[in-house]
Structure formats: C-alpha cells, structure tokens
C-alpha cells in the first residue's frame, strides 16, 4: 500500500464518519484516492476506451460519475436486468454483457423494450443460448437483438493438456467463432455485432506477491507466453469474424491486463472495474498499485478479553478459492488480526492485537475488502469522502449502491 494512506489517513476517513454520525456497517469511497485510480487505468490504457466493469462498482452513481471521464466509454453488466435498468435509467447508451443470460423473466421484459434493444448487447457462446431466447420471445415478436461472441481466453499449452485461466467460453480457435458467427448471421431476430474476451491469467493473477519470489516469476513467464498466444489467436479470430459481420466490439482484459490488451491491434476497447475502488486483491500486482478509495467500518461492540476486540459483522468474505485472501484486511487501528478459529464472522468478528487494549464499546475499525464491487452487496450505502480547505477529510454525501437502490441481481 501506498505512504499516502498511512494511519493517520485511515483516522482521517473514521473522524469524518463520525462526524456525519453515520451508524456502522458502513462503506466509505475517498474521491481522491477514486480520482487516482480513474486517472491511472487511462494511462495504462494509452489510448484505448475503458468499458466499466459494473460488478466492480454496483453504486449507480459512480458508474455514472466514471463515465464522465476521457478515456471511459460503455458499460460491461453483469445481468440482464442489471443492464436492462442501466440502458433505461441511466441512459447509458452502450451496454454490454459479460456473461450468457438464461433468464426468462429479464429477457422478456427486455426483449420488448426497443430503447433497451438499441443499448445493450447479449452475450452468447452456444446456439443453445439462441434456441432459449426465441423460445422466450419469438423473433416475430421482438427488434432484432444485438449479441457479441465469447471467445475463450485460457491458455492450453501442451496441445491443450493443460488449461490455464477461467472456464467460460467453448469458442477457443477460429474454426469455433466462425461457426457460430455463420449460426448467428443465418438466424432471424439476431445481428452479430461484437466479441469479447477476457484474459483472466493475467488480468486476474498477482504477479509480485510477497515472500513468493519464485512463484512470481512462473506467473510472469506464463502471462507473458500466454498473451503472445492470445494476441495472435483473437487476432486470428476477429479477423474471421469481420468477414462474416461489421463488429461494432472487440471487447477484452481487466483491470490486471491493461498494458497487455491495450497492446492488441483487435481490440477495441478494455474492461476494468476493481481498479477504481482498489481492493487489496490486487496489492501484488508488479505493473500498478491502485490507491485503496473504498474501505468500511466496523463498530466494536464488546471486549472478550484484555487483547481482543470483537466487532458486529464482518463476514465479508469474497468470492474464489476459499483462502485468506479472501478475507478483509483490517487496516486500522494498525496491528489488529484475525482469531483464527472464527475469522470474519457473520454477525461478530473478534480481531486480536496491541492495539485493542485501547479500543472501547462503539469505537470503529476499518477495513479493506478483497474485491471491490461485491462489499456494495452488503450495504445500502456509501459515505463519499473529500478533503476540505485545510487538508482534512469530510463526508460529502451519502449515496446508495444497488442494494440501497432495491436492486438485487446476484
């Protein structure tokens, strides 16, 4: 972690929520450190438009917010409702989905609504997901709907005995695309507008963690090797694709692989999201640090013995391989850890150190999440922190995330 957010900033964040008199669990975003980070996702992309990842925030406002910046164009949703209501409610203009939908209540609603037609994207990698569509709204009944390929982005060396990144798309090599493309472009009521791809083996593995010298080093080998291959096959692929269907998209990477996917000719614009809250996930990345901007509070509510103070929640604990990484970090007051038996719990987490001797009923600890939009599941709000005239830190507003919206997609 950056200097800059020393103890004494943490402090800083805790007296202003205090101030407000703003009651715990809460969600604090600091604009600066936000400001940061939307700065330093434009560099990395030298150039190339950033599509906001929308599970990474889930807090409409910001959503928005980045958008109103150079370097930020479109939206990468997570569901079809969610992207539906983001087409609709926020007039974003250019929504595209991250992942298939077999939802039959959303894609009704969606499928008869020709503002949200026009502004959202499907995102397919089966003929099967076409069958499911037209079995929920005929294509007689609906705007032609405009759909994207998924193309896998693992690397399988070896000949494919090995498989490293995410499981998602079938479609991994050209012969794959095309065929699907040619299923799209014959069918009634779809039109190919798009691919995507998305490089989680090195978008989304640390590369400088440390104590893991040796480790870090395969990763980079590996993410290197893999990037070489990936440029050449979606190369490859789009260019395939571009003579079957005008592609408005070509749509890859994250937050992790910026300088990588900016780097690919095909690409049209980048995925990230995580980077602009700055989840401690991705503190072991050797290319970028992004300034910690969303934290939350927890308010101790009893002291089991001399040394440890137990907080109210926290069993916040993110999604993946279940590992301590998973877990939040507790960042302030410094040297506080968890007790190893109960952990993050879900209605108290006891946290042991020094520095609980000093704590009381009702002060707040404050800590760091993994990953950055799923926290805003846990929340109806978020205090926006600003520096005022003298430096110090101060809650501007008060906004909701989805949930405070009543939003609940996943």
């Known amino acids: 972690m950056s200097s800059a957010y020393d103890q004494s900033w943490w402090a800083g964040i805790a007296d202003a929520v205090r101030t407000a008199g703003l009651d715990a669990p809460i969600l604090t975003l600091d604009m600066a450190a936000f400001a940061a980070n939307v700065a330093d996702l434009r560099r990395r992309a030298a150039g190339t438009p950033i599509r906001v990842a929308s599970k990474s925030l889930r807090v409409r406002s910001i959503i928005e917010n980045t958008l109103g910046h150079p370097g930020y164009a479109g939206v990468l949703a997570y569901d079809l409702a969610e992207a539906h209501w983001l087409a609709t409610q926020s007039g974003i203009t250019d929504v595209l989905m991250g992942y298939p939908t077999v939802r039959r209540e959303a894609l009704t609603a969606f499928a008869t609504d020709e503002i949200a037609v ?4 499907l995102l397919v990698d089966s003929a099967d997901q076409l069958d499911l569509i037209d079995s929920v709204v005929e294509p007689d009944r609906r705007p032609a ?7 896998d982005a693992s690397y399988r060396p070896l000949g494919g005995l090995v498989h490293i990144g995410v499981r998602r798309s079938p479609v991994h090599g050209v012969a794959d695309a095309v065929a699907l493309a040619r299923t799209i472009t014959a069918r009634a009521g779809f039109t190919l507008v798009g691919a995507m791809s998305y490089e ?31 440029r050449r096959r979606r190369g490859a692929i789009v260019a395939a694709l571009r003579e079957i269907a005008d592609l408005e998209i070509v749509n890859a990477g994250g937050t992790g692989s910026l300088e990588e996917s900016a780097a690919d000719s095909s690409v049209t614009d980048i995925a990230a999201g995580s980077g602009l ?8 990345y050797r290319r970028f640090r992004p300034a910690p901007a969303l934290s939350f509070g927890l308010d101790v509510v009893r002291k089991p013995g001399d040394d440890i103070a137990t907080c109210a929640g926290g069993g916040w604990i993110a999604s993946g391989p279940p590992a301590a990484d998973r ?12 007790v190893g038996t109960e952990a993050a719990g879900e209605v108290q987490t006891p946290l042991r150190g020094d520095a609980a001797r000093d704590l009381r009923a009702g002060d707040r600890i404050w800590f760091r999440h993994t990953k950055s939009g799923e926290v805003c599941e846990r929340s109806a709000r978020v205090a926006l922190i600003e520096r005022d005239a003298t430096g110090d830190p101060r809650v501007r507003e008060v906004v909701p995330t989805y949930r405070g919206e009543g939003r609940c997609f996943l």
Do not use: C, K
């Not at 877990?327 to 850890?337: H, K, R, Y």
């Open 118 to 121: 026009s502004r959202v994207t």
């Open 145 to 151: 709907l405009r759909v994207a390929i998924d193309i």
């Open 200 to 230: 989680a083996q090195v978008a989304g593995v640390a590369d400088d963690v440390d104590g893991r010298a040796l480790q870090n080093l395969a990763v980079r080998l590996m993410q290197q090797r893999s990037m070489r291959e990936l």
């Open 277 to 284: 809250f700055g989840g401690h996930l991705f503190d072991g």
């Open 327 to 338: 877990l939040p970090i507790p960042v302030w007051p410094d040297g506080l850890s968890y």
